[in-house]
């Protein structure tokens, strides 16, 4: 079936420092891909996508790239900051009809000042 | 400005009552979609629509209620068959077949 696998939190990382949070996916067809972040108490943001193989998607200083041959989708950033501690969510979409979206587990970050 | 509302922000339930959550947004979007959060935990899809006067059960529709009589509007009731009612219900909307937007959250507790 469809799936999104992402890693297990949380993360902790000091201000400054290089982020990189795996997301990996199962689907049919080609999906388009997601990252979502969520701030305490708060809904879901949309904070970069991809629709297509290579694609890459940036925003707010993070960025993935859609990665069809390691089925991948990985979100980057080269400096946090201490105001980017949230959750993350990867997410995708199927593109072959029907409009439900599967999201992962979500990685909670935690940036230390 | 457009959006998506949800209210309140808080909900209370005591045992074998019926709560309704609402949802609106001026977006137009066709679609839209209840998920259920609890905490550490994705998202789960409770029910969503594509379109007024039709709904489709996602994957945790026992105990929930929707209706969709207007395209801005897809209130979510919780009802007493729901024996664990405790989370954080996320409303999205979207058009077909593109990005999911997301409103502020309800959490609902109970009494």
């Known amino acids: 079936g469809n799936s999104v696998t992402q890693m297990e939190g949380p993360v902790t990382l000091s201000e400054e420092a290089f982020l990189t949070i795996n997301c990996t996916y199962t689907a049919t067809g080609y999906p388009s891909l997601f990252w979502y972040v969520q701030y305490p108490g708060e809904g879901l943001q949309l904070l970069l996508k991809a629709t297509k193989a290579d694609d890459k998607g940036s925003n707010k200083g993070f960025e993935a790239t859609y990665r069809k041959e390691t089925t991948s989708f990985h979100l980057e950033k080269g400096s946090v900051q201490v105001s980017d501690s949230a959750v993350y969510f990867c997410a995708l979409r199927l593109n072959t009809g029907g409009f439900k979206t599967i999201f992962g587990a979500g990685t909670r970050l935690f940036v230390k000042a | 400005d457009g959006g998506i509302t949800q209210s309140p922000k808080y909900l209370f339930r005591k045992e074998g009552q019926n709560v309704t959550l609402s949802c609106e947004q001026n977006l137009n979007h066709d679609a839209m979609y209840w998920y259920r959060q609890d905490p550490g935990q994705g998202l789960r899809l409770i029910y969503y629509?594509?379109?007024?006067?039709?709904?489709q059960k996602g994957d945790i529709a026992e105990g929930y209620s929707v209706s969709r009589e207007k395209k801005e509007s897809f209130p979510l009731t919780v009802t007493s068959a729901q024996k664990n009612p405790t989370a954080f219900y996320l409303c999205a909307s979207s058009n077909l077949q593109e990005t999911q937007y997301f409103g502020p959250g309800t959490r609902l507790l109970v009494l």
């Open positions: 629509s594509q379109i007024v006067n039709d709904f």
